[in-house]
C-alpha cells in the first residue's frame, strides 16, 4: 500500500510499504478514505518531538471503512464506516474505566522510554513517534487500529467523511479544552492561537455559556475566520500589545478563562520569544511557550488556564508564581476523544442538540458559528482551506509548513 512515511526534519515520502495486518484479536483493519494533517503533525515534521524513526508511517486523523476485523471485535463488521479516535484505549484498565481514555496504561508498547522522561506513560497515539506506541499512523490506504472494540465509532451513511473526520482529535480537543476552562455562563473566554482547534474552541466556549470570546493570532486570515465563523472578538498580537488589550476589554479584570491552543511552537516577537527560540535552536531547551506565559499572565484572579496545545519537554521561565500568586487553575493533556464522540456527532447531525435554528430554543449565550446559523447541526468544514490526493502528502506538508495564513486544515483523500 502507499502510506506517507517520515524521514527527517522537513522530511515525508509516499513510500510503497506492506499491508497491515490483523496482530491481535481486538484489531480492525480500516481502508482510510480521509485522513488530515494536525497542527501537531508539524512538530514531527519539524522534528521537534523526540523518538521518531526513518521510515514511521505519519498520521493521527483518520478515518474510513472496515476491512477486516480480529476475532474479538464484536461491535464493528466489514463494510462499516468509522471515525478513530487518535488515542488508543484498551478499555479495561484503572484509567480507561475512568474514561481517562487517553492515559490508558496498556496502549503504549513503549511505556517505558515515555515513563522515564515523565515518569509515567500516557497512551499510544497513532502515528506519533515511539515514546508513545510506535504505531503506525493513518495517512496511508490502510491502518491497523487496535482495541477496535473500544475506540471506532461507527458513522451513519448521511454524514460525510468531512463532517466526521474531525471527531478524530481536533473537533473533541477543542471542546476538551473549553470544558477544561470551567466557563460558567456569561465569563469572558480568551484563546491564543486560531488554529483549527482555537477555532473549535471558540466554537465549544459558546456552548459553554460564554458571554465573550476574544481570538488571539497575527494571521490575519485565522482571526477573520474567528470572527466570521467563530463570533469571536480578535486581537492580532503582531499590532497591539495583547495584556494591555485584554485588560482593557475587561474593565481591568482580564479574561475569567484563558485557552491556550499554540503549544510548544509559540511565536512571538517579546524578549522571552526570542529568548525561547535561541533556546531550542540551541538544543539548550525544548519548548518555546509564550503563549502560555501570556495565558497566566493575562488571566484574571482565580481564572483557569485550560492548555489543549502540545508540550513536550522542559518549560523554560514558566511564570509559576504569577499562576499561584492569582490563585489559578490549570487544566491540560491529551484529548480523551472517547468521550466526546458521539455528543459531539449529536452536535453535527443536529440530533439532541438545539443549534441556532430559528426555533429559538437554544441557550441563552448560544452562539453558534455562521457555519450552522441556517442547519439544524453544526458544520466543523468550513476550518478545511485544501482538499488533496493523499499522493500529495510531502507538497501539503511543505505548503502547511510554510503557509502564512491560507493554509488552515488539509484534507487528504484516498
Ligand atoms: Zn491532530
Ligand atoms: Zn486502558
Known amino acids: 500500500m502507499k502510506a506517507i512515511c517520515w524521514y527527517g526534519k522537513q522530511d515525508v515520502r509516499v513510500e510503497t510499504v506492506p499491508d497491515p495486518q490483523i496482530l491481535n484479536p481486538r484489531d480492525a483493519i480500516i481502508r482510510v478514505t480521509s485522513t488530515a494533517i494536525c497542527g501537531s503533525d508539524l512538530h514531527l515534521y519539524n522534528n521537534v518531538i523526540p523518538s521518531m524513526q526513518a521510515g514511521d508511517i505519519l498520521g493521527h486523523e483518520f478515518m474510513g471503512e472496515v476491512v477486516e476485523v480480529g476475532q474479538k471485535v464484536e461491535n464493528l463488521s466489514v463494510g462499516d464506516r468509522v471515525v478513530v479516535p487518535f488515542t488508543i484505549a484498551c478499555g479495561n484498565c484503572f484509567f480507561c474505566q475512568k474514561k481517562l481514555w487517553s492515559l490508558c496504561d496498556n496502549s503504549n508498547p513503549n511505556a517505558s522510554t515515555a515513563a522515564k522522561m515523565y515518569g509515567y506513560s500516557g497512551s499510544g497515539l497513532f502515528g506519533y513517534s515511539h515514546m508513545f506506541g510506535g504505531y503506525a499512523g493513518g495517512q496511508a490506504e490502510y491502518v491497523r487500529v487496535p482495541f477496535a472494540d473500544v475506540g471506532p465509532m461507527k458513522i451513519g451513511e448521511q454524514v460525510s467523511d468531512e463532517h466526521a473526520l474531525f471527531l478524530s482529535d481536533i473537533l473533541p480537543t477543542g471542546y476538551m479544552a473549553a470544558e477544561n476552562a470551567n466557563i460558567n455562563e456569561g465569563d469572558t473566554v480568551a484563546v491564543w492561537g486560531c488554529g483549527p482547534v482555537g477555532q473549535f474552541a471558540i466554537q465549544s466556549a459558546w456552548w459553554f455559556g460564554a458571554s465573550r470570546v476574544i481570538a488571539i493570532d497575527q494571521v490575519e486570515q485565522r482571526l477573520t475566520m474567528a470572527r466570521d465563523h467563530g463570533n469571536a472578538e480578535t486581537i492580532n498580537f503582531d499590532e497591539v500589545d495583547v495584556s494591555a488589550a485584554l485588560n482593557e476589554m475587561t474593565g481591568g479584570m482580564g479574561p475569567d478563562c484563558c485557552i491556550d491552543a499554540v503549544g510548544l511552537e509559540a511565536h512571538g516577537t517579546s524578549p522571552d520569544a526570542i529568548y525561547d527560540r535561541v533556546k531550542q535552536a540551541t538544543y539548550l531547551g525544548t519548548d518555546r511557550i509564550h503563549a502560555l506565559r501570556q495565558a497566566i499572565y493575562c488571566c ?115
Open 300 to 414: 484574571r484572579k482565580g481564572g483557569t488556564v485550560s492548555i489543549p496545545g502540545v508540550y513536550g519537554g522542559f518549560l523554560d521561565k514558566m511564570p509559576f508564581g504569577a499562576a499561584f500568586g492569582k490563585g489559578l487553575k490549570m487544566a491540560m493533556g491529551q484529548t480523551h476523544v472517547h468521550n466526546y464522540l458521539q455528543p459531539l456527532l449529536d452536535r453535527i447531525t443536529g440530533n439532541g442538540h438545539a443549534s441556532t435554528g430559528s426555533d429559538g430554543d437554544q441557550a441563552p449565550h448560544d452562539q453558534s458559528t455562521s457555519a450552522n446559523r441556517n442547519n439544524r447541526g453544526f458544520d466543523p468544514t468550513y476550518i478545511i482551506s485544501h482538499r488533496l490526493p493523499l499522493s500529495e502528502a510531502p507538497d501539503a506538508y511543505r505548503m502547511f509548513n510554510e503557509s502564512k495564513g491560507e493554509c488552515t486544515k488539509v484534507v487528504l483523500q484516498n
